[in-house]
């Protein structure tokens, strides 16, 4: 026991700072002077290893043990044997009355996970402590010292803080994020899994993962969990796993090991992220440069064909080089139409209307119903087209002021959808038939039946050239490359 004349048996810092002491100059007075049950109580607190602070007298004069001194930092030794208003005075409004019940009334005062403000590295902070102040009273029943167990919880509140802002961005993450232990049984699950996947976590809790898992894959998971196992790292991969209602879903799966407090790992993590859209795009963009490549080889091939018809027989080199431009205007004018609708369609009336632009409209009278053309019958009814109107301003109609052409179209939906263009020209001079067959015809007779799997029919009327085309309105006229031979000459 401490006093005057005895040296404590206790040893540590504490002990020794309080051995020398000088009490005497402080309102408790020397040692020989303190209640017995004071002197009792410091000698408990002394060895312990429990944090024990101890504020007694009138002042709340501080003492207190080995255990505690980290707790009030750069305050240690100094708050040894003060008033604690002057060493806790930044917290001694908060502090104080929690002292005065215990020191007026009597009390014992517990709270856990206290906050409390303080400055005891000379950085403001909020720390946290569970607390237990109990009176130390002499023989006559008097509050001579509060006796505070203290036990400082700030890193556990902190830690339990990340942990409740980890499970918050889990819980609210749109990425599916589950957890299984090593036999591959799903112990959490958060609800961007249930979107994902579709089982709410109470379907599937406790059950075994491999209901994600298509039967073509089951050894993929089971190799997973043995390089888990194994500590080894598994490289974030795309996968495909099963739905609730039996699809399979391409997702970008992470996996990372679970570890338990001892270092041991226990289980998995999974962050899985639903790759569909993308995959999906994948696949699009890879359709539409396969379909790009396909249409510029057919594009190339057409020219080559144009140029070819043009040039091989043409005896007048600038009078082909005019008809070559303006056959690649004309497919040029056929491409700007199913650019604008995405090459997916195009009117039937606007690419008539765009393969006679170059001539005056009160020449022709077109007609017919509101039908789309898939791109293929586009370029092939672009090219007769110009064919035909470029055989007329030469021979035909379109050569007199006098001439007009009449441009009709129907659809026999009767009749597995047949699709009619006719080609009528009137008041132009009369017309004789060729003595041979010209590489308009030829290319006008290879598009319909070449693209538009149809037939057409050029008739020489003397009152004008007459040219009626019959098709399949389908979605599968044939898109291959042209078939234009060279003419014999």
Wanted: a negative charge.
């Amino acid at each position: 026991m401490l006093n005057s004349v005895a040296v404590p048996v206790q040893s540590g810092e504490m002990a020794a700072l309080i051995r020398s002491y000088d009490w005497a100059s402080t309102s408790l007075g020397p040692m020989s002077a303190w209640p017995v049950q004071l002197r009792c109580a410091v000698d408990i607190a002394l060895p312990s290893l429990a944090q024990i602070v101890m504020f007694c007298g009138p002042e709340l004069v501080a003492i207190y043990n080995d255990a505690y001194a980290p707790t009030i930092g750069s305050k240690h030794p100094a708050a040894l044997g003060k008033p604690a208003r002057e060493y806790w005075g930044e917290l001694w409004d908060d502090l104080e009355p929690l002292l005065r019940r215990v020191l007026d009334a009597g009390e014992t005062v517990v709270a856990k996970d206290r906050p409390f403000y303080i400055e005891r590295f000379e950085e403001p902070e909020t720390v946290y402590f569970d607390i237990s102040y109990s009176p130390i009273s002499d023989e006559a029943g008097n509050v001579v010292a509060v006796f505070c167990i203290v036990n400082e919880t700030t890193d556990r509140m902190g830690y339990e803080a990340t942990l409740r802002r980890l499970a918050s961005i889990v819980s609210s993450s749109e990425d599916a994020i589950l957890g299984i232990d090593l036999d591959m049984t799903v112990t959490d699950w958060n609800d961007g899994a249930e979107k994902l996947y579709g089982f709410s976590a109470e379907e599937i809790l406790g059950k075994s993962v491999t209901v994600l898992i298509p039967d073509n894959r089951v050894d993929e998971e089971k190799l997973i969990v043995e390089r888990i196992k194994d500590g080894n790292r598994v490289e974030p991969h795309e996968t495909v796993r099963r739905h609730k209602s039996g699809r399979l879903v391409d997702v970008s799966l992470t996996v990372s090991p679970i570890f338990d407090s001892s270092g041991r790992i226990v289980g998995a993590s999974k962050i899985a992220r639903d790759i569909t859209a993308r995959k999906e795009a994948e696949r699009v963009q890879g359709v539409l440069i396969a379909e790009l490549n396909h249409r510029v080889k057919n594009v190339l091939a057409t020219v080559i064909a144009i140029a070819r018809q043009t040039f091989g027989p043409a005896a007048d080199l600038e009078l082909a080089k005019a008809s070559f431009d303006a056959r690649l205007q004309n497919l040029a004018r056929a491409h700007d139409l199913l650019t604008r609708g995405s090459w997916e369609n195009a009117s039937l009336a606007r690419v008539i209307q765009e393969a006679l632009s170059p001539y005056q409209n009160d020449h022709f009278e077109i007609h017919g119903p509101d039908v789309n053309i898939p791109p293929k019958a586009v370029i092939a009814l672009a090219l007769v087209l110009h064919e035909l109107a470029t055989n007329a301003a030469k021979y035909g109609a379109l050569s007199v002021q006098s001439g007009r052409v009449n441009v009709s179209w129907s659809v026999d939906e009767a009749h597995d959808a047949r699709f009619r263009l006719s080609w009528r020209e009137i008041g132009g001079p009369t017309v004789a038939s060729p003595s041979r067959r010209g590489f308009g015809s030829r290319l006008i007779e290879r598009m319909t039946s070449g693209q538009l799997q149809g037939n057409a029919e050029i008739h020489f009327d003397a009152a004008g050239l007459r040219c009626e085309i019959d098709a399949p309105l389908a979605s599968d006229w044939d898109d291959g490359n042209p078939e234009l031979t060279t003419p014999q000459v």
